[in-house]
């Protein structure tokens, strides 16, 4: 459990607040490069740790964001004409560029109020499918993250999001929390799910769901952390599912049934809602990416990228598929479950009242680092895991049986070396 001055701390984001001023030392994945696409010459709404912006293309092809409401009276630049150096305003025809210069100014006869006056804008750096923002101060951005995925070739990736209404921690939460595998997702983790795969592992879904007490084994690393799940495989053999988190944003899941490696992220649009992001990423295979979006339920969403299953129709729940055992929760699709339950601990959980269990360390450990980094930022200590030679395409997920004999830690190290 956390004190309520604790959970307020972790999860309130907006400008000011310790946690937002920590997130805003991140880069940030803060939109699909297939939206700023789809919108063409469009500015495209984009709000993240509470504050509201537009994104757009510039007339070099560059993604820029740039604050939502025009500084001379607040009209929100949405309705802007995109004319390649910036965005003009409809109102009174001020042009703002994407490094935070006003360009035009057509209503100030003299011509000398635009240089005194600066707008809002974020660097931006686009790989691997997504458009990422440094919400701080641009002068103090460090290089953007080299994540294992922005690497491998286009038809070797994809990227998708989903909007969740609910505050970030609980879904970040969720994404760290190896125990509910077995029980949420016992029915949505079929082996038949990617039959046709040449790497199918499919007895890892077995062993998943018929140990669903692993012990939990938690480290540190530089990037964040590295939670062992550890199960009985058979009476001479462990199965070892690692999770890792990759702080702030991401925890890489470990694949299974020869499902790509899977990486989700989870960015908060404001204290009550939040993106959570879904990577899939091979470094050998082209990936189905329908196939991918549709076993997670995200392939049939709502503009704005809201899901058909909210917590307004108690997510589409089926208790008569529940009843005749077509389905162990009644929620269609992998994801649809884990929202389902992070939504339904409300707006912002109440972790003052909760009763947490042995199984619950990486939560535990996660908070751990989060107050820790809240509070080095607040004494002038900059955040871990921010200069370019941080082995990120390391901090990768994995699963795999070994002799009970043999430590995890040894196999997990020899994997690395072989994978990167
Ligand atoms: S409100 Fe935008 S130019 Fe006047
Ligand atoms: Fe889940």
């Known amino acids: 459990m956390l004190s309520k001055e604790d959970n307020e701390l972790l999860t309130r984001v907006g400008a000011g607040t310790p946690t937002g001023e920590l997130y805003r030392r991140y880069w940030m994945p803060l939109l699909l490069t297939e939206e700023?696409?789809?919108?063409?010459?469009?500015?495209?709404p984009v709000r993240a740790l509470g504050?509201?912006?537009?994104?757009?293309?510039d007339a070099s092809g560059k993604a820029r964001i740039i604050g939502a409401k025009c500084p001379h009276r607040q009209v929100d630049l949405v309705y802007a004409r995109n004319e390649g150096c910036g965005l003009r305003c409809l109102y009174h025809g001020w042009v703002m560029d994407g490094e935070g210069r006003i360009a035009e100014m057509p209503n100030d006869p003299a011509g000398t109020a635009k240089d005194k006056i600066s707008h809002r804008w974020c660097p931006t750096h686009e790989a691997g499918g997504i458009v990422w923002g440094y919400l701080g101060s641009p002068d103090e951005a460090p290089p953007p993250p080299p994540m294992g995925w922005t690497t491998v070739p286009e038809n070797q990736r994809?990227?998708?999001?989903?909007?969740i209404n609910c505050n970030y921690l609980q879904c970040l939460e969720g994404g760290l929390d190896s125990s509910h595998a077995g029980s949420l997702h016992a029915g949505s983790l079929s082996k038949d799910l990617f039959p046709t795969h040449p790497r199918s592992k499919t007895d890892m879904f077995d062993l998943l769901v018929a140990d669903?007490?692993?012990?939990?084994?938690?480290e540190l690393t530089e990037t964040g952390m590295r939670i062992a799940a550890l199960r009985n495989a058979d009476e001479n053999n462990a199965y070892a599912r690692i999770t890792t988190w990759i702080a702030p944003w991401f925890a890489s899941v470990p694949e299974h049934a020869g499902v790509p490696r899977f990486v989700n992220g989870f960015t908060p649009i404001d204290d009550t809602t939040?993106?959570?992001?879904?990577?899939?990423?091979?470094?050998?295979?082209?990936?189905?990416?329908?196939?991918?979006?549709?076993?997670s339920g995200i392939h049939d969403l709502e503009r704005g990228y809201y899901t058909l299953a909210n917590v307004g129709n108690q997510h589409n729940q089926d208790r008569e598929a529940m009843r005749?055992?077509?389905?162990?929760?009644?929620i269609a699709g992998i994801s649809n479950e884990d929202t389902a339950m992070q939504e339904a601990q409300g707006p912002i959980a109440d972790r003052t009242v909760e009763r947490l269990i042995p199984s619950d360390l990486a939560i535990i450990r996660a908070r751990q680092g989060?107050?820790?980094?809240?509070?080095?930022?607040?004494?002038g200590i900059l955040p871990t895991g921010q200069s370019e030679d941080i082995p990120y395409r390391f901090a990768q997920s994995a699963?795999?049986?070994?002799?009970?004999?043999?430590?995890?830690?040894?196999?997990?190290?020899?994997?690395?070396?072989?994978?990167?």
């Open 212 to 218: 669903r007490a692993p012990t939990l084994e938690v």
């Open 51 to 57: 504050e509201d912006f537009v994104a757009f293309r």
């Open 36 to 44: 700023l696409t789809e919108a063409k010459d469009a500015p495209v």
């Open 324 to 330: 005749d055992g077509r389905s162990f929760t009644g």
């Open 399 to 420: 699963s795999w049986t070994f002799p009970k004999e043999h430590s995890w830690q040894d196999a997990y190290t020899a994997l690395e070396g072989v994978e990167g």
């Open 274 to 295: 939040t993106w959570v992001w879904f990577i899939w990423y091979s470094p050998t295979d082209v990936l189905d990416v329908p196939l991918l979006k549709e076993v």
């Open 370 to 379: 989060l107050l820790k980094r809240v509070r080095d930022l607040e004494n």
């Open 158 to 163: 994809a990227a998708s999001k989903v909007r």
